[in-house]
């Protein structure tokens, strides 16, 4: 694979990414190896939105006890106008993840095209689901072929990622998404 995707610690999950990795894709053993390079962390609001739904509040409560840190946020490096102004076009879920990477200086997992545009316009390093999974085959933990399955399973169970055209290579695929 040509292009090596380099990854700052921690590495700071949104809401979705965070699905993706627990009952969306079964990938803990992305986060098995991931644990052994870097720091995992979520902030708050993030842990709350795993509890919302009952049917996986046990899932993910020992998900996040097993592999995540859950970091408080602290919004004294952004200005009120600059945290306004997120809140309003992103929420405040992703705008307490952006402001967790800038603080942390690490690297986002977010999928949102809108929350990523955002963090490219104040320097943040990020990159999403297919980021990590692309990670995971550069390091050997995963397959070509584990990582189509992965992506298959993932839309199957509400990811709303495009799938591997037939032929194409995993590195043109990951290319695909702007990481």
Known sequence: MGIILTLKNPLVFDTSALFNFGHRGEM?????????????????????????????????????????????????TLSSKTIEMLVSRLGEVDTDVITLGINTKGTV?????????????????????????????????????????????LNERGARLPLLKKGQSFENYFKSFGD
């Open 109 to 153: 997992v977010i999928d949102d095209r809108k929350a990523r545009k955002e963090m490219k316009a104040f320097g943040v390093h990020h990159t999403g689901t297919i980021g990590l999974i692309y990670y995971s085959v550069q390091h050997k933990w995963l397959t070509r072929e584990d990582a189509e399955i992965i992506v298959k399973k």
């Open 28 to 76: 803990e053993l992305i986060l098995k190896n991931l644990i052994q390079l870097y720091e995992l962390m979520i902030p708050p609001s993030v842990e709350k939105q795993t509890q919302i739904k009952e049917t996986y509040k046990t899932y993910y409560q020992k998900l996040i006890a097993d592999y995540f840190i859950i970091k408080p946020v602290e919004f004294s």
